[in-house]
């Protein structure tokens, strides 16, 4: 805000008549922007360009092109659209400056240049005759700017994770994080283990009202889930978005449905006969994480998914998982006499350790580091080494503090306000989904991340991450009906500074991204438009 009411005054001062920055609707806000009111520079169809940077720049400014009416012309240097190199700028900052005649866009990497493209695509959405002559320049708050959709309890396909993907390109969100293991599906393809998804990715009923409701028969199985060729497809369109992919397998809790596929290895009670869990909540068949093949099974697991998916981290869960049937299993009993803890929770940091060191027998490119949900911190984290990531969901300030007392790095996910597969209006039209409270734009919106964070523990936050749910969201349109608009709201937290972050502001500029939703026939909920 400082920043742009100084570019505000000092312009006027030089009595050039500036608009209010709620003209620009650019979401997230960027860091700084000056109008001049009344000047533009008009697109004609006769358009030149250079591009400084390489092919990955080429093929983003591409992008760009491709939006304009004519062909442009490629010149080695000038021209009236210039992508510029620019060392001095972070990683995925970027300047924009647009006078009457040209546009300048410069960044030091394809990612900034990346976004600045997306921010000029929201204002050809206004407007496709002609761009403000004005002066941006942007970076982000936070490096980690998350979604994370869940496909454990409905499977929503290749082309509606795309559809979901260039929403967050449009908002500059850069991490995806793809839940693909619960308790209810197994969604991703294990060569080595194909029961995973032959019997652990079909259910046969379906909970169609709350926990309280059995589950009916269905006629058909439903299910389905990724081939290795489709994580493959996914991961390079979000490349191509500066989109990196942390595939979460959920372990130990949450695994019915692969203790269902291979109880011979992963039961607490081989000889019992196990089906997917049809219900909301969870189920106490968790693994039994002191037998060494399913131990076992988990590296291989990892193997098949360290080259799917580049990305440095990998989320192995850890949320929600009752200890019950390890305090009767002989052998979870004597693996935590050997580790000496009579904590239960230490019986799972003991099976990750064992995870995290054989990761770390991989070479270079093969080494990932870990991230799990908080309740990891009920055991001694100091089993693992700290190179661990901790996602705060419950009790989120609490838990990301101690995280980084602890000296791990953390990311704030709060429950209340950011699982916004909650719903966002108390109206009672507004249709069931998963979670019982209910959390406006307005109050997505107005998260603080990181309030009262000693300034020592600040390089321990990561960033911010939206959750979605998915076990009463069956189909891709409800689904985009709940984060639309919230998902922005959170993009908006991970970006711009939260001294120039207002809600009245932020609803100003989103209203005039109806036409962008329009024109990639999003479904959006109404309430704030
Ligand atoms: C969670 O919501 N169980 C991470």
Redesign the pocket.
């Given at each position: 805000m400082k920043r742009i009411r100084l570019v505000i005054a000092s312009m006027a001062l030089l009595l050039m008549p500036v608009l209010a920055k709620a003209t620009v609707p650019i979401v997230p806000l960027p860091v700084s922007v000056s109008v001049e009111e009344g000047k533009t520079f008009r697109i004609n169809r006769a358009l030149t360009a250079s591009v400084q940077g390489g092919d990955s720049v080429k093929r983003v400014a591409d992008t760009l092109f491709s939006m304009l009416p004519g062909k442009v012309k490629m010149k080695s240097k000038g021209g009236v659209i210039r992508f510029v190199t620019n060392a001095d700028l972070g990683p995925e900052a970027y300047s924009i400056d647009i006078t009457a005649k040209n546009i300048t866009i410069a960044a030091s990497r394809p990612a900034g240049f990346f976004y600045a493209v997306q921010t000029i695509s929201q204002l050809l959405a206004q407007n496709k005759e002609s761009l403000p002559v004005m002066k941006l320049t942007d970076e982000p708050r936070f490096g980690w700017r998350g979604f994370m959709l869940d496909e454990g309890r409905h499977f929503f396909g290749k082309d509606e994770v795309k559809r979901i993907l260039d929403v967050m390109a449009l908002y500059k969100m850069n991490r995806f994080h793809w839940h693909l293991t619960d308790d209810q599906g197994w969604r991703i393809e294990i060569k080595k283990y194909p029961r995973l998804t032959e019997v652990g990715a079909w259910r046969s009923s379906e909970v169609l009202g709350w926990d309280t409701i059995k589950p009916v028969p269905l006629d058909e199985p439903y299910g389905g889930f990724y081939t290795q060729d489709d994580i493959r497809e996914i991961v390079a369109y979000a490349k191509d978005r500066f989109i990196e992919v942390m595939p979460e397998i959920d372990v130990p809790g949450h695994t019915l449905a692969a203790v269902a596929s291979y109880p011979e290895i992963l039961a607490c009670e081989p000889k019992k006969k196990y089906e997917l869990w049809e219900y909301q909540g969870i189920t106490d068949d968790v693994m039994n994480v002191a037998n060494p093949e399913a131990v076992q099974m988990t590296k291989d697991i990892i193997d098949e998914l360290i080259p799917l998916f580049p990305f440095e981290y990998i989320h192995l869960g850890g949320?929600?998982c009752p200890t019950s049937k390890w305090k009767v299993n002989e052998q979870c009993i004597n693996r935590l006499k050997e580790i000496g803890s009579d904590n239960y929770r230490d019986l799972q940091l003991d099976y990750y350790r064992k995870l995290q060191d054989y990761i770390k027998t991989k070479p270079e490119s093969e080494q990932r580091k870990l991230v799990f949900?908080n309740e990891v911190l009920h055991g001694n984290t100091k089993m693992l080494d700290d190179d661990i990531t901790i996602m705060a969901?419950?009790g989120a300030d609490k838990a990301a503090l101690e995280a980084a007392n602890r000296g791990l790095e953390t990311i704030l996910t709060p429950?209340i306000p950011y699982?916004i597969n909650r719903k966002q209006s108390t109206d009672p039209g507004e249709p069931h989904t998963q979670g019982r409270g209910t959390e406006t734009v307005e109050v997505v919106y107005n998260y603080v991340p990181m309030k009262n964070v000693p300034d020592n523990l600040n390089s321990k936050y990561k960033g911010v991450q939206a959750?979605f749910?998915s076990e009463y969201v069956p189909d891709g349109k409800l689904l985009e009906y709940l984060i639309l608009p919230r998902l922005a709201a959170v993009a908006e937290a991970g970006w711009t500074p939260q001294d120039q972050r207002s809600y009245t502001d932020f609803v100003e500029r989103i209203r005039r991204h109806v036409p962008i939703y329009k024109s990639r026939n999003l479904n959006y909920a109404p309430h704030i438009f």
């Open positions: 949320d929600e949900w969901w419950v429950q699982y959750n749910w």
